[in-house]
């Protein structure tokens, strides 16, 4: 197993398009501490920019990444390996390389320039949210038999966790407005990790205290150690369960 | 009727400083005929029979440690620390003051006790005219300078540090009730309840004080007309600077920063009418402007900078002016509960100003919307703040604004500037 992570990691450091990504966050995390004199809205806005571009890129790219290699999977199954190895290899090269990009892209300039544990918990909540979408990136994958179908899945995926879920819980709360739903609304933040991710950020900054009353609640849950392990967790348990969906797939597919 | 208060309100500023004039002439004049004498510490056992005997206009030049309480001046006299320090005896007032014209000079006060029977202070000034408080410290004394029903004084150039904990156990560092044409000038206030504390005070002036680091307010106004406040700066105090109640109070170059919580702001206009507020700067505070029921202010020429929601402006607010503002880098700009709007807003620099200027005149082609939908949003359902920087909701606010539907209607900058104006 170790091998082929190996190989897989070292043919996907030479892929232009991780290349690029970093070049693009590490480029874009300068121009915003440049631009922005305060470290904190340089913060937010990178937050903002890092939940668009990282689900996106994890999805799409890891899905073709897939197709791509499925010659090589079928390789690989041809030896005594077992299955399920063999696309936790995969799994495990892609989300090396991606920590790597994020770490040196986004990671590296934001120590440097805000040496804070604010942007400590965001490069936390950035790696597990690449996690998190490689392995739904997988399942989908595992899940279509063709590629346009994989990434149109992925497309729409990405979607649901960035608009149309929080389009859904703001259509919600205005029928909901009368009744005192602020701890629903925690619990439905559980659902998707974009958003556990962007709130425990943006609760870690002065940000909170324009929420108000439900600022409140969500500052008293996301800032205590105990809620921020809650959070760090669910966020795991959200590379878990889609990675265990994506492998029982895998093991028993026809390929 | 616009020209008629005016023109009260500046006829107000001449008769204070006529009036700060004539007493420091009265003071300084009265100090050619009067006896002068040294009082020091170690050879006095009774301040207040020094003060008894004392004739009037004399000057009394304290020397050392004096551990008194409730010392009375009953008569014009020059209090005038040289190295004095009075120190509360038993935690009560140090020093009434209940005769016209004394002036109290360079003396430290200390170690006025908390009472919840008596608002104690370090100095209070009973009933008083023509008296000032010059250049004294005020260290952990409850109240500071406490003015009560009185005229024509000035407190000045002093220097007040509570240690107060919590707001309970606060007093206010130099707190005004009653009175009429007085000015504070010069003050730094830190750590009370309320920095500089206004109830039915008329016609006064305070410039150039710092209060920061207060419980409550740094200024803290109410039933008071015809003041004027500039050159003031407020900064990191629990909620702010609230003016309440008022009519023609005049706001000018003073600096609110810093007041950053859950229920903090800038300033606070509750009822207050007819006011202007000029030269102004806000910055990094959760709101910048709270206004309720605040009705023709002029709020013009101010530097809007980092706050969370720069003007709080609620419908029931009437023919206020907004003109001529720099809006730089705020979350929100403006914000409103109402659908309508009665106020008017002209010719600012808002940094979320997306239009263009084709004929480069320097105000944008397309007005401004400054409401963000998705602040109207959690002003309604304030669980929707969950959403804050979600680009779902940057999205709505963009189409928003250009097809508004929620967002009041009326509600538009016509002139918006290209670039920041120079102020």
């Keep these: ?255 | 009727m616009g020209q008629v208060e005016t023109k009260k309100n500046a006829e107000a500023l001449s008769m204070i400083k006529f009036q700060t004039l004539l007493l420091l002439f009265c003071l300084q004049f009265g100090a050619l005929f009067s006896k002068s004498r040294t009082v020091e510490s170690s050879s006095v056992r009774n301040l207040q029979s020094v003060f008894d005997e004392a004739e009037s206009g004399d000057t009394l030049l304290l020397k050392g440690l004096f551990k008194v309480s409730l010392l009375k001046v009953n008569k014009p006299l020059f209090i005038i620390g040289k190295d004095a320090e009075f120190v509360s005896k038993d935690g009560d007032e140090i020093l009434v003051i209940a005769s016209d014209s004394v002036l109290v000079k360079n003396i430290v006060f200390k170690d006025v006790e908390a009472s919840f029977l008596k608002d104690r202070a370090a100095i209070r000034l009973l009933e008083v005219q023509q008296v000032q408080v010059d250049n004294n410290q005020f260290i952990n004394t409850f109240f500071g300078v406490y003015v009560q029903n009185s005229s024509n004084c000035i407190i000045s150039n002093n220097t007040l540090q509570g240690k107060a904990g919590d707001e309970v156990h606060a007093g206010n560092a130099i707190h005004i009730w009653k009175a009429e044409r007085i000015e504070v000038i010069n003050n730094v206030a830190e750590g009370h309840r309320d920095g500089i504390y206004f109830e039915f005070v008329n016609q006064s002036f305070i410039s150039g004080n710092i209060s920061k680091n207060n419980m409550r307010y740094g200024l803290h106004f109410m039933f008071s007309n015809y003041d004027i406040y500039e050159n003031n700066q407020f900064e990191n105090n629990g909620s702010g600077v609230a003016v309440m109640f008022s009519k023609h109070i005049r706001m000018l170059n003073n600096t609110f920063k810093e007041n950053w919580g859950g229920a903090s702001y800038g300033i606070l206009l509750k009822e207050i009418s007819d006011g202007v507020m000029k030269h102004n700067r806000f910055e990094l505070n959760t709101v910048g402007v709270y206004a309720e029921g605040a009705n023709r202010i002029q709020i013009d020429s101010n530097v809007f900078v980092r706050n969370g929601k720069a003007l709080d402006i609620k419908g029931n607010c009437m023919d206020n002016k907004i003109l001529n503002n720099n809006f730089l880098g705020n979350t929100f700009e403006v914000l409103t509960n109402s659908k309508g709007n009665l106020n008017f807003f002209e010719g600012n620099y808002w940094g979320q100003y997306s239009g263009y200027d084709l004929n480069k005149d320097g105000v944008g082609d397309v007005p401004h919307r400054p409401v963000n939908l998705f602040a109207l949003i959690t002003d309604k359902i304030p669980a929707a703040s969950m959403l804050l920087h979600s680009p779902l909701v940057h999205g709505l606010d963009m189409a928003e604004r250009i097809f508004p539907q929620l967002i009041p209607e009326q509600l538009i900058d016509k002139k918006p500037q290209m670039k920041p104006l120079n102020l």
């Excluded at chain 1, 799994?91 to 804070?116: K, R």
């Excluded at chain 1, 950035?126 to 399942?139: C, D, E």
């Excluded at chain 1, 991710?197 to 009353?213: E, F, N």
């Design chain 1, 1 to 255: 197993m170790g091998k082929i992570v190996k190989y897989l990691t070292i043919d996907l450091m030479k892929n232009w398009v991780m290349i690029v990504f970093t070049a693009l966050l590490f480029l874009a995390t300068l121009g915003f501490f440049a631009l922005e004199g305060q470290n904190e809205k340089a913060v937010i806005g990178l937050l903002n920019l890092s939940l668009l571009l990282v689900p996106m890129l994890s999805l799409i790219f890891s899905i073709t990444y897939y197709y791509n290699m499925y010659d090589f999977l079928l390789l690989i199954l041809a030896q005594p390996i077992k299955r399920k190895k063999s696309i936790f290899s995969l799994y495990l090269s892609l989300l090396i390389v991606f920590s790597l990009s994020i770490t040196i892209g986004l990671g590296l300039p934001l120590v440097l320039f805000n040496p804070f544990s604010t942007s400590y918990l965001l490069l936390l909540c950035i790696l597990l949210l690449s996690a998190v979408f490689i392995a739904i990136a997988l399942w989908a994958a595992v899940y279509t038999n063709d590629k346009s179908k994989g990434i149109g899945l992925s497309l729409l995926l990405w979607v649901y966790f960035v608009l149309l879920f929080d389009g859904i819980l703001l259509l919600g709360m205005y029928n909901f407005a009368e009744y005192p739903i602020e701890k629903y609304v925690l619990f439905f933040t559980f659902l998707n990790p974009v958003d556990l991710s962007r709130i425990m950020v943006l609760m870690q900054t002065q940000t909170a205290a324009l929420m108000g009353y439900s600022g409140a609640i969500f500052k008293q849950f996301f800032t205590t150690q105990q809620g921020l392990s809650i959070a760090v967790l669910l966020l795991v348990s959200w590379v878990v369960v889609p990675l265990m969906f994506a492998f029982n797939k895998f093991k028993k597919k026809d390929l």
